[in-house]
Each structure stands twice: as C-alpha cells, then as structure tokens.
C-alpha cells in the first residue's frame, strides 16, 4: 500500500516475552487477536516465547504475522538452549534481535546483534532491530551517540537496505514496562535520526524500511506516535498480551498510517 509517507504500511508487532504460560492460553490469546485485526489495514505480527512459536502459527495459519523473539546467529551446532534461523524457516517470517532484555540479561553485545541481523536476512527471516539508549546514557546527553553506534553496527553487514526486509524499533530501555512512554516529539527525533543514518547507507532503500517505537505504548498514547511523520508503528510488550488493549493499537495504526 501506498501512502502520503511513501511505501511503508502501518506495523504493529507483540513481543510477548515469556508469557503466557500454557500453549492453551497462548493459541486463545492469538486467535483473540487476529479476530480483533484480521479486517485491519495494518500488518499484526505476534512473538510468542518459542516454546508457543509453533502451536500459534499453526493456530493463526498465516492470518497475522509470526515472530521469534530471539535467534542464534548460527545455523547448528554445540549452542546449548538456542534456536536456528533454520529452525524458524516455515513457522516464522520474523524476528525480533538486540532487544534490551537481550541486550541485559543475556550479554548480546553490538557485536552479537550485527551477526545475527545479517543472519537472519540471509535466511529471509525479516528483523525487527531494536535499538536505544538507558537512562543514565539518556541523562549523560549521549542518546543520539547510542542510537548512532546500535545502529550502524547491527547493520555493518547488511550489503543492500533495500529488499532486506529490515524493521528499525526505537525502544528508549527507561520506557519499557515502565508506563513512563517517550513522548511523541522525542520519539519522532530518535526516528528522524534512525532514518537519516539509513538514507546515508542506502539513499534508495531508507525509505522502504518501517521505524517502530516501543515502550509502553498503550491504546491511549498510540495515536501520538503513529501521527508521527516517520514512526510507522509499535512494537508492544505489556498491552500485547491484553488482546482487546492490543487490537485498539493496531485499529490506531491502520487509522492513521493505513
Ligand atoms: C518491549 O518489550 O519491547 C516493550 C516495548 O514493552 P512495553 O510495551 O511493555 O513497554
């Protein structure tokens, strides 16, 4: 679809992290949401924990998007509680890398996340990048330096923009989970920085890529984003697993970006 931003059409994605808790609450939360979402002009891509990855996808049956919310970087071998791009090939056409949670309580490192992000264009996975600074480098003034070196590494090896199927989300870590939501000014800063920096390495294909923000957007506060010139939609933790909370974002998204 075509709109007056260009080629982009509105993205939502859940990240639902490591809930629920039983398969059968995962295939009822995801048929919930594709009947709030299937007749929406957006695209829907829910990540469940891997274990669910495949009893959802089956479920859903291509009627909304699936995502992994994690990869490795290799395609097998002695990688003790991993799963492969080669893994996902069939059961999800996502996934999310260089998450914070990641980033923190796993050790991935800039490093870690240029890796698997090559890895998973190469495998026609489409990665969703997430990037974006703390609350001490936010208060050190060094938001713009973060953004800048996330960015730049995670994509070092990306040979061509265009095509790639790469998703950008900013997600400022002091937002997520905390209700404490950037406001749409800021958040359209750090988007028009993101889009700057993919412009320089690929003029032609900046413009195809969506730029995701994250970090407690809610049905009420989405609409700030998504009239945002360059935001094109969310990634979503907590209100994703809210079914009726998480299709109002996307009927936000389609409203203004659809
Ligand atoms: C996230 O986990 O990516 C996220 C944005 O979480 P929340 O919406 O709960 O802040």
Known sequence: MTTSRGPRRALIAGNWKMNPASREEAVGLANTVVRAVEDLEATTVLCPPTMWLV??????????????QTMAAEEAGAFTGETSPLMLRGIADWVILGHSERRHYNG??????????????????????????????????????????QLRIGLTDIRRIAGSGLVIAYEPVWAIGT?????????????????????????????EIPILYGGSVTPDNAREFFAQPEIDGALVGGASLDATAFGRIVARAAELRG
């Open 108 to 149: 991935e490192t800039d490093e870690t996340v240029r890796r698997k992000v090559v890895s998973a264009v190469d495998h026609g996975l489409r990665p969703i990048l997430a990037i974006g600074e703390r609350l001490e480098e936010r208060k050190a003034g060094a938001t713009e330096a973060v953004i800048d070196r």
């Open 55 to 68: 009893p959802v996808a089956s479920a859903i049956d291509g009627r909304v998007g699936v995502g992994a």
């Open 179 to 207: 209700g404490n939501a950037a406001t749409g000014d800021d958040a359209q800063g750090a988007a028009a920085q993101i889009r700057g920096i993919l412009r320089e390495l690929d003029a032609d294909g900046a413009n």
